[in-house]
């Protein structure tokens, strides 16, 4: 299986605290996402870092790529409970049939954020 | 608009019945996706339609059925269900050339 593992699985800070979770995959990628669930509802896209990236910022996201420990982690800075979510990293395996990329979720980190 | 919209949000069947899920988006994107979650689990993908035609079966079972009558729509038809079946399924679109995607909210389906 491409899926990719993520840990920890589950995280409990504080808000202020900085969040940071990281995802492990299996083989070469374009690009590595990563992706916000709130509770039981849809997936949110929060940042794509391509293969030839180290690292890229927004807002008060942080992700970093290495390539040659295929792994990945996102950093949450002075978190918020409204952060309280699952977070997901995706890796895309492009299909040269359809034109599209198929993308493989990681195992998630269940992030909770207490006031 | 920058919606996925997903219809119904929650759905009760018993194994004998036949109903279907809707999702809906005017992005213009031309690759559908379902994808089906259970509880603490990630997304698995089911179903990828590319220009309205079927592109990639996840070795889904025949009960699941999916259809894409146009390039804003797609369903996914559902006969003689598991209570394994039940979960949360997510549609979600993209733009061809460009990898994120945009997942509706999800229906929400429980097999009795």
């Known amino acids: 299986s491409q899926q990719g593992e993520e840990d920890p699985q589950a995280l409990s800070i504080q808000e202020g605290e900085n969040a940071t979770m990281n995802c492990s995959y299996k083989?070469?990628?374009?690009?590595l996402q990563w992706y916000r669930q709130n509770s039981g509802r849809g997936l949110v896209h929060l940042i794509l870092?391509?293969?030839?990236?180290r690292e890229k910022h927004s807002g008060r996201l942080r992700v970093t790529l290495d390539t040659s420990k295929k792994s990945s982690s996102l950093l949450i800075t002075a978190s918020r409970a409204a952060d309280t979510a699952s977070y997901f990293c995706a890796t895309d395996r492009y299909s040269s049939n359809t034109g599209f990329q198929k993308l493989v979720f990681g195992t998630g980190t269940r992030l909770l954020v207490s006031p | 608009d920058t919606e996925v919209t997903q219809t119904p949000k929650h759905l009760v069947m018993g194994m004998t019945n036949k109903k279907s899920l809707k999702c809906e988006q005017h992005?213009?994107?031309?690759?559908m996706y379902w994808y089906k979650q259970k509880a603490k689990k990630p997304p698995e993908l089911m179903f990828v339609y590319s220009y309205e035609k079927l592109s990639i079966n996840e070795s889904v079972p025949s009960r699941f059925s999916p259809e894409c009558p146009n390039s804003s729509l797609l369903n996914l038809h559902l006969h003689a269900l598991q209570p394994e079946d039940s979960a949360l399924y997510l549609c979600?679109?993209?733009?061809?050339?460009?990898?994120?995607?945009?997942f509706g909210q999800g229906t929400r389906l429980t097999v009795v």
């Open positions: 979600a679109s993209s733009q061809q050339g460009r990898t994120e995607a945009f």
């Open positions: 992005m213009g994107h031309r690759a």
């Open positions: 083989t070469s990628i374009n690009n």
């Open positions: 870092i391509r293969s030839n990236e």
